[in-house]
């Protein structure tokens, strides 16, 4: 891991993490963030500066160099302290993709395609049970139609019942209870 990356990861390679629940908290994290963002071009101004010199470098040259590196190790300094303040998780596998050399937005889109492979799959699980159980009633009805009252209206009077139960007890439509609120 290299010196760039050392901002946004902990000391064993793992994001750095940082809970503050306040609104106030959200808007030191977001200037934080823009002076990360500032500090992050500042050092690759700095690295493009020292790739320069280092390329036409003479011996006139050793104190600007020194100079630079030490601007450069300076603003990477000031990176870490600003990082520590801003509480941005980074997923490990875009870390890892950054590491080989590709672009992260490919993680997202990943992602994004996962959820709507797997959310398609559920949507056609659902669908096809809705179907059998459609086709289940009708067969049901035709061959057992009294049955089917019967289930129908005691269904309906248990729906009644919930219902009535879940405005006087706290109770939701799901049987869940309701959270009771804090003072």
């Known amino acids: 891991m290299d010196s760039s990356q050392s901002s946004s ?5 793992t994001p750095i993490s940082q809970n503050n629940d306040t609104a106030a908290g959200a808007g030191d994290s977001m200037q934080n963030l823009k002076q990360i963002n500032k500090s992050i071009e500042k050092t690759l101004g700095l690295i493009h500066q020292l790739t320069l010199t280092v390329s036409n470098f003479s011996p006139a040259l050793q104190m600007p ?4 590196i030490n ?3 300076a603003e990477l300094d000031n990176m870490v302290k600003l990082a520590e303040n801003c ?14 050399g590709k672009n992260p937005d490919e993680f ?6 996962n959820c709507i492979a797997k959310n398609q799959i559920t949507k056609g699980k659902t669908d096809a049970f809705k179907n059998l159980r459609k086709h289940l009633f009708e067969e049901l009805e035709q061959n057992f139609p009294d ?21 006087t007890q ?3 439509p799901n049987g869940d209870l309701r959270p009771k609120a804090e003072h």
């Open 65 to 68: 160099l020194l100079q630079r």
């Open 170 to 172: 706290s109770v939701l």
């Open 108 to 113: 997202t889109r990943d992602v994004i395609n």
């Open 71 to 73: 601007g450069l190790v």
């Open 87 to 100: 509480n941005i998780e980074v997923p490990m596998e875009v870390v890892n993709l950054i590491d080989e």
């Open 9 to 13: 990861a902990g000391g064993n390679g």
């Open 147 to 167: 049955e089917v009252e019967t289930f129908r209206e005691s269904r309906a009077a248990s729906a009644a019942e919930l219902k009535r139960l879940a405005q």
